[in-house]
């Protein structure tokens, strides 16, 4: 759909009014990132994801043919960019060039490691986006519902300069080394 286009759309069954689509999502899109892996992928839905980048500390892991429940793009998820047990004061970040004003921002999460799986502590961690903590203490098996379960969560920012910055800090308990799959 594209910007100033008329639509019906179907609800229950019963077409609407024609409505009027203020702008096009996908050509607004800046940024897909496949975090933690080197090369760029391309989903089910012909989306092309760029290889992780704008990204500081960390590492990157591949858990390869990973079975991952609840999504049609497992590929995103088998990889991440993860930082150690991290201790007060390091952290691993993005900054990601933008124009200032309103961003929407999805953070897309899988457990993979098999040292965060039941008996062993869980994977627990922070995020803040612009200096605001938007995930306290993220959980990833409880926040997900199990080992390797795809997730996303989404967050409205306003970015007052140029850079759109994302900070993974470690949490209060168990393993405190922060993750992503895809921005």
Request: charge should be negative; aromatic fraction near 10%.
């Amino acid at each position: 759909v594209l910007a100033n286009e008329l639509v019906n759309l179907v609800v229950n069954g019963q077409d609407t009014e024609p409505i009027g689509i203020q702008g096009d999502v996908e050509s607004n899109l800046l940024y897909r990132i496949n975090s933690g892996s080197p090369t760029p992928y391309t989903d089910t839905l012909g989306r092309e994801w760029s290889a992780d980048q704008y990204a500081t500390g960390g590492q990157m892991s591949n858990f390869g043919g990973a079975a991952i429940d609840n999504t049609d793009d497992p590929t995103i998820y088998r990889t991440e960019r993860w930082a150690d047990d991290i201790g007060i004061g390091e952290t691993m970040t993005y900054a990601f060039p933008v124009d200032p004003g309103g961003h929407t921002v999805s953070l897309h999460f899988a457990e993979v490691w098999e040292g965060a799986q039941p008996p062993e502590p869980p994977r627990v961690f922070n995020v803040d986006i612009e200096g605001s903590r938007v995930l306290t203490d993220f959980n990833t098996l409880d926040q997900l519902g199990g080992w390797r379960v795809a997730g996303a969560r989404t967050f409205d920012v306003d970015v007052e300069d140029s850079s759109l910055e994302i900070l993974f800090s470690g949490g209060s308990f168990g393993h405190t080394n922060p993750k992503i799959s895809a921005i």
